[in-house]
């Protein structure tokens, strides 16, 4: 298997414009996780999927970011529109089960100037 | 949210084993400890988990207290490529809703 793939590996992008992150996850798996990664805050958990459906999104910062499953092998990350403030690298990593262990992307990192 | 600390830093020299504590005394009676690594640039990578008994895998060991409110990551052998950040997380039973704190900066050196 691949492991789990993430378009594009970078995007440069001008504030206020649609930015669109993608993930593959690994085929089986049945929860797939967001993460966003920052000097500042770390590693913080934004939304997670089980079974294509979200299930915790309190991670979410604003209305501006949403995200879809629509199957099991596809998910994006919508950014709309994007600030300063949203430069960070993007995970998407996915797991089959309840507790069962994670298997992260390369990531995306996201600079909005 | 249970939660998990860690020391900031720790230095190791190649070939000796790599110690790496952590503690969750908040963790409650059914949730897994979890440790992964993420080496610069790159997505954390998972090691090894586990929720009473100590569990060995052909990366590394975790030794689990019996009052489980802390567990160590053991390297046995440490090589350059084992230095990265490593995170021991727990996750919530109500979902796999896994966390991380700052993690330990693991420098091996040679």
Same mark, same amino acid.
């Given at each position: 298997d691949a492991g789990v793939i993430q378009s594009p590996r970078h995007e440069v992008t001008e504030m206020g414009q649609e930015v669109t992150l993608r993930c593959k996850p690994i085929s089986g798996h049945n929860s797939l996780f967001w993460y966003r990664q920052t000097m500042m805050r770390g590693l913080e958990l934004l939304i997670y999927f089980n079974n294509n459906v979200p299930i915790d999104d309190s991670g979410m910062p604003e209305d501006r970011f949403s995200a879809k499953m629509p199957n099991a092998s596809f998910s994006t990350l919508k950014?709309?529109? *994007?600030?300063?403030?949203?430069? =960070?690298?993007? $995970?998407?990593?996915? *797991?089959?089960?309840?507790?069962? =262990?994670?298997? $992260?992307?390369?990531?995306?990192q996201l600079s909005v100037l | 949210d249970a939660k998990t600390t860690q020391p900031p830093s720790m230095d190791?020299?190649?070939?000796?084993?790599?110690n790496l504590p952590c503690n969750h005394s908040t963790i409650s009676g059914n949730e897994y400890v979890y440790w992964y690594r993420q080496i610069?640039?790159?997505?954390?990578?998972?090691?090894i988990h586990g929720l009473k008994?100590?569990?060995?895998?052909?990366?590394?060991?975790?030794?689990i207290t019996?009052?489980?409110?802390?567990?160590?990551?053991?390297?046995?052998?440490?090589?350059?490529?084992?230095?990265?950040?490593?995170?021991?997380?727990?996750?919530?039973?109500?979902?796999?809703?896994?966390?991380f704190g700052e993690g330990t900066q693991l420098t091996v050196n040679p």
């Open positions: 950014i709309q529109p *994007s600030e300063p403030r949203d430069s =960070a690298v993007y $995970f998407c990593a996915s *797991s089959y089960g309840g507790a069962g =262990a994670l298997f $992260f992307g390369s990531g995306t | 190791c020299a190649e070939g000796r084993a790599a610069h640039s790159q997505g954390p990578q998972y090691i008994n100590n569990e060995t895998n052909e990366m590394a060991s975790l030794i019996e009052d489980r409110k802390s567990s160590t990551l053991i390297l046995p052998h440490a090589t350059l490529r084992d230095t990265a950040v490593y995170y021991c997380s727990d996750p919530q039973t109500s979902g796999s809703r896994l966390t």
